[in-house]
């Protein structure tokens, strides 16, 4: 049996990392929080503006604006002039950040982090017990996934998609299975029940 030597080093580039994952899955979900109550598309249509004007302009209670700011400023999402007391959020970082943004929007995909964290005790019990969770456990679930395959799986009907099967973007719309806006205004729903009919 060999003795382990305790290397200081290591330790210490450990306890930076976990450090950095607790401070990283905080902006993750206060990415989720700004996505979910519209404060990055807010923030996209404005100048650097104040807390009251971001509140304002998303129609939101300026306290927790102003916290969520605060957060965001830390993690280093929004930029802050303390001698005008404004916000900003740069161009860059809205192009990964804002609905608009879609299919590149990553904010969307942080929601999942709250929803997987809501069901921790769960998941706890089930490695005692075992079994399963049902998808009554995950609130929120389908909702969450709806608007991420709404950027990836939708977006990607009609490029990669539908073409994969010869001619049925044809059959699909001689069908009527489109409405008139066209196969990319579709819902998924709308474009299975399609793919049933041809």
Known sequence: MTTQQFDQERAEAFAGRMVGVLNEGAVALMTSIGH?????????????????????????????????????????IVEHDPERG?????????????????????????????LMGSVEDGIVERFEEGGGLPYSSFPHFHEVMAEDSGQTVVAALTDH???????LIRKLLQNGAFASGGIRDCSPMFAWVGVLLV
């Not at 109550?37 to 971001?54: K, R, V």
């Not at 998609?161 to 001619?167: C, K, Q």
């Open 86 to 114: 404004t916000y900003h959020l740069p161009l860059e970082y809205a192009a990964f950040l804002i609905r608009a943004a879609s299919p590149n929007n990553i904010a969307v995909t942080t929601q999942f982090l709250p």
């Open 161 to 167: 998609i539908l073409p994969l099967v010869p001619g």
């Open 36 to 76: 979910k109550t519209g404060l990055f598309d807010a923030m996209a249509g404005l100048p650097p503006s104040t807390s009251e004007q971001i509140a304002a302009a998303a129609g939101l209670n300026e306290r927790y604006v102003r916290e969520w700011l605060a957060g965001m400023v830390v993690g280093r």
